[in-house]
């Protein structure tokens, strides 16, 4: 979230890099917005270079950079170095519209509320049962 680090009051444009690999662009739509970007990358270093690129937009500046470990099973790829970047993570149907993180995700992810228009909420007070085979 843009915090007017610069004083300039202009909410700034940037890229990310990875080492030397394009990452991400961040844009926010004003002073208020956030944005929250993810990748997973396997490093073959005991260490990152997480570069922000000025893009005469604003200066470039980064609230909170957190790093989870992941068993090396978890995501592959077809080669060992290819990072994955997250699109978007969702949670359909979402009856808060409200973004949160489930208490037991062993990984902290955030989801995001995503509902169509004309999308009916259902409801039962039935138990529900996981799929018998």
């Known amino acids: 979230m843009y915090g007017n680090y610069d004083g300039q009051g202009n909410v700034p444009q940037f890229d990310l890099y990875l080492g030397v690999n394009v990452w991400d662009t961040v844009k926010l739509d004003n002073v208020s917005s956030t944005v929250t970007t993810e990748i997973i990358h396997f490093s ?19 609230s909170s950079l957190e ?17 994955l970047v997250l699109l978007r993570r969702y949670d ?3 009856t808060t519209n409200q973004s949160f993180r489930y208490k037991d ?7 995001m509320p995503k509902n169509f228009p004309g ?15």
Request: charged residues 20%; proline residues 5%.
């Open 105 to 111: 995700d062993i990984y902290d992810r955030i989801w």
């Open 92 to 94: 359909f149907g979402s």
């Open 119 to 133: 999308w009916k909420i259902l409801s039962t007070s039935l138990p529900i049962d996981a799929c018998k085979s």
């Open 67 to 83: 790093l989870r470990f992941l068993k090396n099973a978890t995501y592959e790829t077809e080669t060992l170095y290819e990072p």
């Open 44 to 62: 073959s270093t005991d260490y990152l270079h997480v570069c922000h690129v000025n893009k005469g937009l604003g200066i470039p500046f980064i």
